[in-house]
């Protein structure tokens, strides 16, 4: 059974920074892909990161140059440095196994981590 555990989630002011782990479980986590999401209310769940079992990451637009992927598979631990937030990035953001060859999730889910960041 996948478990998935996000963390490092809080409020933040405009500019700062987050770093937001997810601890796995139940999967060969060093030959899976994995991906970050976030849904803010009233809106559908989006795609943020991703990357590749060889490490090779995938960005949304939006987080581009803001957003960095990483994954520790000694820890079975991925995680998403989050640089020069911004309001708009204020969503719940959860982790997940991931297609990378369309950037979808395969539909484990944690309970994922709150982020907020004030103007």
């Known amino acids: 059974q996948v478990q998935l555990v996000e963390s490092g989630g809080g409020l933040v002011q405009a500019g700062g920074s987050l770093r937001l782990s997810c601890a796995a479980s139940g999967i060969i986590f060093s030959i899976t892909a994995m991906g970050w999401y976030r849904q803010a209310p009233g809106k559908e769940r989006e795609f943020v990161a991703a990357?590749?079992?060889?490490?090779?990451?995938r960005y949304a637009d939006s987080v581009k140059g803001r957003f960095t992927i990483s994954r520790d598979n000694a820890k079975n631990t991925l995680y998403l440095q989050m640089n020069n937030l911004k309001p708009e990035d204020t969503a719940m953001y959860y982790c997940a196994p991931t297609r990378i060859a369309t950037l979808k999730p395969l539909g484990s889910w944690g309970q994922g981590t709150q982020v907020t960041v004030s103007s």
């Open positions: 990357i590749s079992s060889r490490d090779n990451p």
